[in-house]
C-alpha cells in the first residue's frame, strides 16, 4: 500500500509541468530585494522597484557601485553585482506589477 | 476545524486514487495531481516559502504547520524590553497566509517519516509530502550552562524567542531600582541574530540612562569578537559611557553556570549577582530537524546552497536560523531570502528542471538608540558546497558616519520590519 501510494506521488510529479515558470524567473538576486523595498504600497522612504524603469534601476545600481551615488546600504550591496546582473534584476522587477 | 475537514477529503481522494490505480486505469488520470509540499514553521522563513510557492503556482498543495496561532518577531524585541513599543507590534497571525491558499495547520509536528514522506502531527494526522521544508528556527539549549533549565528561564530570562520571555524581561527592568546591576550572558557563535545581545544591551541602557541613570550594565561574553563590534563600542562610549561594560571571552566572560536562586552567573574568573539576570543560552535547530534526520552532530543542518536540500535527509528543505548558511548569518533578513530562493527551487525540481545558482541577500540593523541606527549587508552565493561572500560586497555601515547617518539607518531599520512582515504575514 505504502509503496504504491509513494509510485502515485512519483507518476504525479514526473507528469506535473509548469511552462510558465520559465518564463518569469527572476534572476539570481532579485528576489531577495523585496526584503526592503516594498512590493506593495510605498509608503516608506525605501522606493517601490516592482514596476520601475528597468534604466533607472540600473543606472542607480551602477551609481551605488562605483561610489558616484550616495548611500547608506546600497554601496555595500550594489558591489556584490556585476552590470549585467543588476540589469537582468532590473529587466525583472520592471516587469512585475 | 478546517484543517481538519481537507486532510480527512485529502486521505479521502488518496484512498480513492489508490483504488482506481489498482483497477489498472491509465496513468494520464494522474497527471492533474499538484505536488504537495509541506512547510514546517511558521516564521520569515516558513512562511514566507509557503506563500512564495503558491505564488510561483496556485495550483501546488502547500500545507504550513505552526503550533502558534500568533507569531511575535524577535527583530524590534528588545525595543519592547527597552520599553519604546508594545508586544502587540510584534505579532501577526495567519489568515492572510490562509487567504493566500495555503492551508495552515495550527499543531506540532512530531514526526518526519523521510522514506515514506510524511509528516507526523500532535493529533496523530499524518501529512504526504513531495517536498518537505524545515524552517523551525532554534531551540535553546537548556543543557548546556549548569543551572539554567526551563525553571531558571522564569528567573533569569533569555528573551531570544520573543513573547512571554520578552515581556518578563521588560517587568524585571521596570522593577528594579535605580542603581541595580544588569548582566547580559552572550553565547558562543553560531546562535541566532549575532548583533541582537548588544543591540539589547544598547537599547536597556537608553531606558537605563533615561529612568535609572545610576544603574550599571554588564556583558558577560562567550567570544572576543562579535558582530558590528567597532560600531557597537563606539556606541557604548558615545552614548552611555560608563554605563556599559563588556567582558571577552580572554576577560574571563564567558558563564559556565548559573545560580537562579541568588541570580547569579559564575565564569571561571568570579561570581556576577545581577539585579536582573538576561542569560542567553547556546542553541541548536529547531528539534523537529534532528527528528527529520536532518541535523548533524552540532545541532544545524547542512544543506546544499543552491535548493537548500538537506545533506542528510533527501527531498527535505532547511532554511533561516536551522540551516548552516556559510557566510549568512542568521537573522530575519536572511531567512527570508532563503525561503524565497528555495521556493523557486523546490517549484523548478517539481516541475523536473535543475534550479539555478541563488544570489542571496542579508541586510540586518541593529538600534543603538531609537534614533541611531548602524547595519551589516553581505552578498552571497553558492561557492565549495557554501553559501560564501561575494568578495568586495557587504560591510558594517561606516565607523565615523554623522548622527544624521545614524538616524536615516534607524528609519530604514522601521521601514525594513514594515515591509518585511508586510510581505511575510499582510
Known amino acids: 500500500m505504502k509503496a504504491l501510494r509513494v509510485a502515485i506521488a512519483a507518476a504525479a510529479v514526473t507528469a506535473w509541468h509548469q511552462p510558465l515558470l520559465a518564463a518569469s524567473d527572476p534572476p539570481p538576486g ?13 509608503s516608506s522612504s525605501i522606493p517601490r522597484l516592482y514596476g520601475r524603469d528597468a534604466g533607472d534601476t540600473a543606472k542607480a545600481m551602477a551609481g551605488f557601485r562605483d561610489g558616484s551615488l550616495p548611500a547608506t546600504v546600497m554601496n555595500r550591496i550594489a558591489k556584490g553585482f556585476t552590470d549585467e546582473e543588476s540589469r537582468a534584476i532590473a529587466a525583472w522587477l520592471a516587469a512585475q506589477k | 476545524m478546517g484543517i481538519h475537514h481537507r486532510i480527512s477529503r485529502r486521505d479521502f481522494c ?21 505536488p504537495r509540499v509541506v512547510v514546517i514553521g511558521g516564521g520569515f522563513g516558513g512562511a514566507s516559502c509557503a506563500r512564495t510557492l503558491k505564488q510561483i503556482d496556485p495550483k501546488l498543495q502547500v500545507t504550513l504547520v505552526e503550533q502558534s496561532k500568533t507569531f511575535t518577531a524577535c ?22 497566509v490562509a487567504a493566500s491558499g495555503v492551508t495552515v495547520a495550527a499543531q506540532a509536528a512530531t514526526a518526519v517519516d523521510a522514506t515514506a514522506r510524511t509528516v507526523g502531527l500532535a493529533d496523530g494526522i499524518s501529512l504526504p509530502y513531495d517536498r518537505l521544508v524545515l524552517s523551525p528556527g532554534v531551540d535553546l ?63 536597556i541602557a537608553y531606558y537605563l540612562k533615561t529612568k535609572k541613570p545610576r544603574s550599571k550594565l554588564i556583558i558577560l561574553d562567550a567570544k572576543d569578537t562579535f558582530s558590528k563590534q567597532r ?28 545560580d537562579p536562586a541568588t541570580n547569579t552567573l559564575i565564569t571561571d574568573f568570579g561570581n556576577h549577582t545581577a539585579k536582573v539576570a538576561n542569560v542567553i543560552p547556546p542553541q541548536r535547530a529547531g528539534r523537529i530537524a534532528m527528528i527529520a534526520g536532518a541535523a548533524d552532530n552540532t545541532g544545524w543542518c547542512a544543506i546544499d546552497p543552491v535548493t537548500f536540500e538537506s545533506k542528510s535527509a533527501p527531498n527535505i528543505h532547511v532554511i533561516g536560523d536551522a540551516c548552516i548558511a556559510g557566510g549568512m548569518p542568521k537573522s530575519a533578513f536572511s531567512a527570508n531570502a532563503q525561503a524565497k530562493a528555495c521556493a523557486r527551487a523546490i517549484a523548478t525540481l517539481l516541475s523536473g528542471g535543475s534550479p539555478a545558482a541563488p544570489k542571496l541577500i542579508n541586510t540586518c540593523y541593529s538600534l543603538a538608540a531609537p534614533d541611531y541606527g548602524i547595519s551589516v549587508a553581505g552578498v552571497y552565493q553558492p561557492k565549495n558546497g557554501l553559501l560564501a561572500d561575494v568578495e568586495g560586497a557587504g560591510g558594517v555601515s ?5 548622527r544624521d547617518f545614524r538616524a536615516r539607518e534607524a528609519e530604514y531599520a522601521q521601514n525594513w520590519f514594515a515591509t518585511i512582515t508586510a510581505e511575510v504575514f499582510g
Open chain 1, 30 to 42: 532579485a528576489v531577495s530585494c523585496s526584503g526592503c523595498h516594498s512590493t506593495g504600497t510605498a
Open chain 2, 14 to 34: 488518496r484512498t480513492g486514487a489508490a483504488a482506481v490505480a489498482t483497477a489498472a486505469l491509465p496513468l494520464p488520470a494522474f497527471a492533474q495531481v499538484a
Open chain 2, 75 to 96: 527583530p524590534f524585541s528588545n525595543n519592547v524590553i527597552a520599553g519604546l513599543r508594545g508586544i502587540e507590534a510584534q505579532q501577526f497571525g495567519y489568515d492572510k
Open chain 2, 141 to 203: 539549549r537548556f543543557d548546556a550552562l549548569q543551572g539554567y533549565d526551563e525553571a531558571a528561564a522564569a528567573k533569569m530570562p533569555h528573551a531570544w524567542k520573543a513573547g512571554e520571555q520578552t515581556l518578563l524581561l521588560r517587568k524585571q527592568l521596570e522593577a528594579m531600582e535605580d542603581g541595580g546591576l544588569v548582566v547580559i550572558a552572550a553565547p558562543a557563535n553560531p546562535y541566532r541574530c549575532p548583533p541582537g545581545p548588544y543591540e539589547r544591551a544598547c537599547l
Open chain 2, 231 to 258: 560600531l557597537f563600542q563606539n556606541a557604548w562610549k558615545e552614548l552611555y559611557p560608563d554605563m556599559v561594560e563588556w567582558v571577552s571571552l580572554s576577560q574571563g566572560g564567558k558563564v559556565n553556570a548559573v
Open chain 2, 398 to 402: 561606516p565607523a565615523d558616519a554623522p
